[in-house]
């Protein structure tokens, strides 16, 4: 009885429970208690039964808070992107560094302009002599000054590189990116060599899932555009049937609709960026993938003899 008897004394002694006969308090303290609208009910209950004390718990908590329609299922999903992004570092979603796509500080204005078009990407980092070598990042629409300005030297237009460990938490790099305005970082191994770069975007969608860009058009049979360099860029979920018709090519059509399924059948893996494929006399270069797909290839006809 004295075991009970003390269990509620502290229960009721517990500053979620003030005793009634209390004296009343004045200044903060009477302000603060005055704004806790809780009843007893529910502070008791709160008592027994307090929240969770691990990131599995809370976890399952989000799953039961939408068990009971207290939240929608994308509200949790961005919230387990939240709470999970506090174990994780730059080097678990970093682009690696074969991957990576660079300019060469000396190649020529029309081979930088080429490659920009052809990836796509708004920043690139630059490198002088070895690809390890990064001396800043380049903005693709800085490039444009250069065609308007040929005497502009391109070291000009290069903004400062951030360099950040592979063990950087993205939690502190997400707060970097919003902090400084830059929105890619260069990735350095233990050893200080480069092992890969991350952007903003690559931190958020740990969040909030996949970000579609410019370049994903929602379209049932996908897209094919032609580009000035007589190549095409050709989305991966385009329909083989309309490969066919588009290339003149005869690919079966069995288990697999789209041609980036087909592709990474016969290739055994899912690509990655910069990984080609030929088939049929022509050569696809994969550009973009996300969410473990293949979504955009650069499409060319394949040499003469080879």
Known sequence: MACACGILCRCFNHPLFPVADSPPSTGPQRSL?????????????????????????????????????????????????????ADMTAGDVMVAAPRMDVLDI????????????????????????????????????????????????????????????????????????????????????????????????????????????????VEDDGDIFALADSTWRVSGDTSIERINESFGLKLEVNDFDTIGGLIAHTMGHVPKRGEVHEMDGLRFVVLHTKGGAVKWFKVMPMPLGA
Do not use: C, W
């Open 33 to 85: 208690r005055h704004e806790d609208k809780r009843g007893f009910l529910q502070k008791l209950a709160e008592f027994i039964h307090p929240g969770p004390d691990s990131k599995d718990e809370l976890i399952e908590t989000l799953a039961e808070a939408e068990d009971n329609d207290i939240i929608n299922a994308e509200s949790r999903v961005m919230l387990e992107g939240v709470i999970r992004i």
């Open 106 to 217: 000396h190649a020529p204005f029309d081979e930088l302009l080429h490659q920009v078009i052809g990836t796509a990407h708004s920043r690139f980092p630059v490198y002088e002599g070895e690809r390890e070598n990064i001396i800043g990042i380049l903005l693709a629409k800085d490039l444009l000054k250069l065609q308007r300005a040929p005497e502009l030297n391109i070291r000009a237009l290069l903004r400062p590189a951030t360099f950040v460990p592979e063990s950087k938490g993205l939690n502190d790099l997400l707060r970097e990116f919003r902090g400084n305005r830059n929105h890619l970082a260069i990735v350095i191994d233990e050893f200080g060599r480069v092992a890969g770069l991350i952007t903003i975007e690559d931190v958020l969608e740990q969040i909030v899932g996949e970000i579609e860009d410019e370049f994903d058009v």
